[in-house]
Nanobody, 120 residues
């Protein structure tokens, strides 16, 4: 199995940037995704990346603003978030899958989340 710990969240004004990190330990070879959830709302699947970074996915509403990347030597996945908007406010979770990266139903392991708050 794999253990995941997110970091890098915080408060930023609209138009600003944050970089989230997800440190993994345990088994390797997982695809990784980022999912966010605001209070009272359903999960939003926003980005994913394959083990060798050969495959990526972005939700349409973050394309051009967010970039997912990974450094397997450091067992870390990143989410660079630029041009942040108030509607990006949520708890951001990273997750790991041994199968498809394209659906949250395929992710078996989840971190505890990190809060991102974007102020107007």
């Amino acid at each position: 199995q794999v253990q995941l710990v997110e970091s890098g969240g915080g408060r930023v004004q609209a138009g600003g940037s944050l970089r989230l990190s997800c440190a993994a330990s345990g088994r390797t070879g997982y695809g990784m995704g980022w999912v966010r959830q605001a209070p009272g709302k359903e999960r939003d699947f926003i980005a994913a990346i394959g083990w060798s970074s050969d495959m990526t996915y972005y939700a349409e509403y973050v394309k051009g603003r967010f970039t997912i990347s990974r450094d397997n030597a450091k067992n870390t996945v990143y989410l660079q978030m630029n041009s942040l908007k108030p509607e990006d406010t949520a708890v951001y979770y990273c997750a790991a899958t041994r199968t498809s990266i394209y659906s949250t139903t395929q992710y078996d392991y989840w971190g505890q989340g990190t809060q991102v708050t974007v102020s107007s």
